[in-house]
Structure formats: C-alpha cells, structure tokens
C-alpha cells in the first residue's frame, strides 16, 4: 500500500525528562493531545542517522493507553525513515522481552511501553521507555538529548494511513514516501522463551516439581500471564490454578502491580497456608521479582541475587559463558560484596538504574548483577528479568535438593548475613521532600561534613559512629561518564550503611526511600527479623536525617 507522511505543528511540553527508567507521568498527561506524540518524535530524533532503515521492536505492559501508543508510534515511525517494527501480539513484550528481541533481531533499539510497577488505568501512570542496540535502557547521554530535543520540538512527522491489526500474528509490508515500511507483529512469548530454554535445563527443573515442589506464579494482571502460562503450564506443567492473575488488565485489576510485601500480600497470606514451597511475583512488565519460600519465608532481592551469584554453577549458561564479575546498584546490600570477596570475583558498585549495568555487560566484565528493588538479572539480556531470576531460583532448588530458607541459612552460614531494609514514604509533597533532600546535602558538603563525621549514637548496647558521609557520585569504568548526586551516604565504623535517596520513577509528589544495610557475623543472630535486627539504624538514620522535621511525616506507606 502506498501512503504518504506529513507534518504535524507542535509546541513543547515541559518536563519531558526521563528518569530513573524512562519517561513516567499520569496516564491523564500522556493522552494530552501531541504529548505522546512529542515524547516519540523526540525519541526517534534522538537516535540520529541511525534511524533511516533501522528496525525498532515495540510492546508494552499492557496497561491503559498502550494499544493506542503504539499506533501513535507506528504513524510516527513510518515517517520518519524507520524500515520495520516488530511488535508483540496486542502489543504486548515484557520489558526482558523487549530486550531479548532486540538483540536477536539485531535491532536498532526498541521502545516499551510501560510505567512498570507504577498503578495503571486512566487515573494511573503511563511510561515510554527507549532501549539502545544492547537491549538495554537509554544511557543518560541519550535521555538527556531526548529531553533537550522535547524542549525545543516544534513539529512530528505522522502518516496517518496506515492500519495495523495488533491481535494477528502477520508481517505487513506498506510503501510509506517511496520506502519500503514493515510492521511484524510477533508471538510475545517464542523468542524469550527460547532463550530461557537455552540458558536453564528444563528438565532438571521439572523433576523438581514431578518431585513435590509446589509452586505458585502471580502475575499481578501484567504482562506475565502469557509468560507464566506457556513456561509453567505448558512446558513445566504446573497446574493452571497455580498460576494466579495471568489475565493482562489496562489497571492490573486496580491493584499496584508491585512486587512486594505490601502490594504482593496476598501471596504473603497463600505462602502462609504452607500448601506451597515456591511463590513468586511480577511486576507489571515483567522485570521484577518477588520470591517466597514456605511458610512465606521472603527471600531478600539483596540477597537472592547475592544466592545467585554464589551458585551460579547450577545455571547450565554460566557453565557456557563463566561469571566475569558481579555488581549491584549503590543502595543493594553488601550480601554480594561478601561473595565477590570470598569467592575471588570483581565486584561493580553502580548507582540505582539498570542502564548502569549495561556499558560493564558490554565490556565482557560482568555476568550476574541485581537491586535491592527486586530486580535479579544476568549478561543474557540487557534488563532485569523477573522470570529468569524464578528460573535460578528452581535450578538453584534442583540442583542443591535444599528448601529455599535452608538454601538462605547455608549462604548465611558460609558468607554471614547482610540485614538489610529499605523504608518508602510515597506521595511526600514536593516542597518538603526536596527541602529536606537539600538539607542533606548541605548536611554532607565539603564544609559541613565535618560536624557529622564522628558523632556517636548510643541505642540499647550498641554505639555506632559516622566514619564517612557523602553524595554518591559515579565514574563509570568503560566510558569514564561522571554521575553526581546518587544518594546520600551515612558509612558507620562498623561499615553499616544508611542511605536516602529521592526515586526516580514516581510520577506526582516524591516517593523518599531510606535504606539500611549491616552486615552481621554473629551466626546467633542470622534467624532475626530484619526489622528488628535494624532497628537502632533505622532510628538514627532518621534522627540524622530529620525526616519527620522537614515532612511531618513518621510512618512510612512501604517497608522492605
Ligand atoms: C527502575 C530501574 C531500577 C531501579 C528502580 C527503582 O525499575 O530500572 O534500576 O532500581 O526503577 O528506582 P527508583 O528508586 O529511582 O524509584 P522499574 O522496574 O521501575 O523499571
């Protein structure tokens, strides 16, 4: 079909700049009309000449104003020069997928849709996400110039003929300006599950559960469900009942697609009933995990990653591709430190954001990396991967014949345990939240970091001590690129951490995050409850911070 493209007058929006992952705003911004719009002309400006003739994967989380988005992308792709898009059936990729595709098809880069575990709907959050050549986010270089580029945009390039339907698996070929322009809409699952195939053993892993393993999968109505359904039901045959929520919803069944003690409660109560051994959750795009033990028994993602890496030899890939290096972003617990050093591995501290990961996966130095935000993943994509880390974990299970928490008491046993907790307070109203952030930063200058460095706190028997207070700040290895102002760090004498950072990926009002990282070698101690473990931190963490000073606020809406 021949078609041809036109120009659209536009005017900038302010605020288009992506943060921690992408561009995240009320859905209500996004439907604004030309908002959408902009973000993806921006976008596909921002990749410059590599764009003419190059191929874009696209998909999305499924939530409300996907399907639309995408045919805003398609117009707008069509033309701008871009030879083909490949696109999940519906629309729909999980964010691993996405960068599973990419790298397979030897794509130029590829745009998700997707405000991950942010709520969904028209009075939710809606994303746009671009992912570079590697399969991985946009590097700052890059979002910095989409950004630039929205502030000055004053046209898009649109051609509005072109119809797709998104539900058929079929390759349809258009003729947009005399070029040649094709549209694939692809099966979401194939590729990415081909790939699981090839890094874990199948078999293996369905022994365990033909063994008595019950497992139970919660997608949490986003993108997993068909995920969940073709790799636990099909190939593994994990009852279907077992596999909960695997119907995509546009606002996840007015929940919050988050992964974790809060918002995963549900899961918490079922693993509680000690039916099953094995639960685990998504986040809407598929990236996040969360894991349970029996009895509910939470597996930290700190030291589930920190698990990994020690046992990697039971992952039938990294027999293939042996571990290189480990990392985790700043706020992670140390658990991973304590395996890189007792097992002779490098290890990588990098700020919060995936992207960080990618230049050192790149550069054959790192193989296995995770978040304290629930996120697991390894040098076989560019993102994290919520189902590959399920996978490790059953192969982990398999391979050592252990429960998940005797599996947690050995690792405990061998490298001693990390406690570690990360206290949330969201929708802090901007004013104060920042007020207090520069606070802290003033607290930690160069001229003032003195009046802090020293200063003792007493609770209960302990005594901790400030041996080091700063902004973290980030030289990345391979391309030297600095990245200033990470968090602010309190390091005690004892190497106990606490951290407070703003996130990144909320999209109204600030979300504050606190972290609180000590390592404990007391075998004694291990069965504590983090919780309690951390306590006299948590509390001079916010004594030093004046949290409640700035912001009113005492309680926090989400603790880790
Ligand atoms: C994103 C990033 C992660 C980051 C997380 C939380 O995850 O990819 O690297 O740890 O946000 O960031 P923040 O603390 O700034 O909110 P996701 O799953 O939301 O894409």
């Given at each position: 079909m021949a078609l041809t493209s036109e120009v659209v007058s536009t005017s900038p929006f302010s605020g288009q700049k992506p943060g921690t992952s992408g561009l995240r705003k009320p859905t209500s911004t996004f439907i604004t009309p030309n908002y959408t719009e902009n973000f993806v002309q921006s976008t596909l400006a921002a990749?410059?000449?590599?764009?003419?003739g190059a191929d874009l994967v696209v998909g999305g989380d499924g939530r409300y104003f996907m399907r639309q988005a995408v045919h805003i992308i398609i117009q707008i792709a069509a033309a701008n020069g871009v030879r083909k898009l490949i696109i999940g059936q519906n629309g729909l990729l999980s964010t691993p997928a996405v960068s599973c595709l990419i790298r397979k098809r030897q794509a130029c880069g590829g745009i998700i849709l997707t405000a991950s575990h942010n709520p969904g709907g028209p009075n939710g959050d809606f994303g746009i996400k671009y992912n570079t050549s590697n399969g991985g986010p946009a590097p700052e270089n890059i979002t910095n110039k989409i950004y630039e580029i929205s502030e000055k945009i004053t046209e898009y390039k649109l051609c509005r003929g072109i119809e797709v339907d998104l539900g058929l698996i079929k390759t349809s070929e258009f003729k947009v300006d005399g070029k040649p322009f094709i549209v694939e809409i692809v099966d979401c699952v194939e590729d990415y599950l081909g790939l699981m195939k090839e890094i874990f053993d199948f078999g293996a892993i369905k022994k365990l559960l033909d063994s008595g393993l019950k497992v139970v999968i919660n997608s949490m109505h986003g993108v997993m469900g068909p995920y969940v359904k073709r790799t636990f039901h099909q190939e593994l045959q994990v009852p279907l009942e077992s596999c909960l929520n695997c119907d995509p919803s546009e606002d996840f069944g007015g929940h919050h697609p988050d992964p974790n003690l809060t918002y995963a409660a549900d899961l918490v109560e079922l693993m509680k009933k000690g039916t099953y051994g094995f639960g685990a959750a998504f986040d809407g795009d598929g990236d996040r995990n969360m894991l349970l033990g029996e009895n509910a028994f939470f597996v930290n993602p700190s030291d589930s990653v920190a698990v990994i890496s020690a046992n990697a030899s039971c992952i039938p890939y990294f027999k293939k591709n042996p571990v290189q290096g480990l990392a985790r972003s700043m706020p992670t617990s140390g658990a991973m430190d304590r395996v890189a050093s007792i097992d002779g591995m490098t290890l990588f501290e990098v700020p919060t954001g995936w992207k960080f990961f990618g230049n050192l996966m790149d550069a054959g130095r790192l193989s296995i990396c995770g978040e304290e935000s629930f996120g697991t993943g390894s040098n076989h994509i560019r993102e994290k991967d919520g189902l590959w880390a399920v996978l490790a974990w059953l192969s982990i299970l398999a391979s050592r014949g252990q429960t998940m928490e005797q599996v947690l008491q050995e690792h405990w046993k061998k490298y001693g345990r990390n406690f570690f907790t990360r206290w949330d307070f969201e929708g802090v109203p901007d004013e104060p939240a920042t007020k207090w952030m520069d606070n802290l930063r003033d607290m930690v200058s160069k001229d003032k970091v003195k009046e802090l460095v020293g200063r003792s706190f007493t609770k209960g028997s302990k005594t901790f001590t400030i041996a080091q207070a700063d902004d973290y700040r980030y030289t990345d290895p391979i391309e030297h690129r600095l990245t200033l102002k990470q968090g602010i760090r309190l390091i005690f004498d004892d190497g106990s951490r606490a951290i407070f950072r703003l996130s990144g990926?909320?999209?109204?009002g600030k979300t504050v995050r606190m972290y609180i990282d000590s390592f404990e070698s007391?075998?004694?101690?291990?069965?504590?409850?983090s919780q309690d473990a951390l306590r006299p931190l948590v509390e001079i963490a916010l004594e030093v911070s004046q949290f409640k000073e700035f912001t009113g606020i005492e309680k926090p809406t989400v603790i880790t």
């Open positions: 990749i410059g000449d590599k764009l003419a990926t909320s999209s109204s007391d075998q004694s101690k291990y069965g504590m409850d």
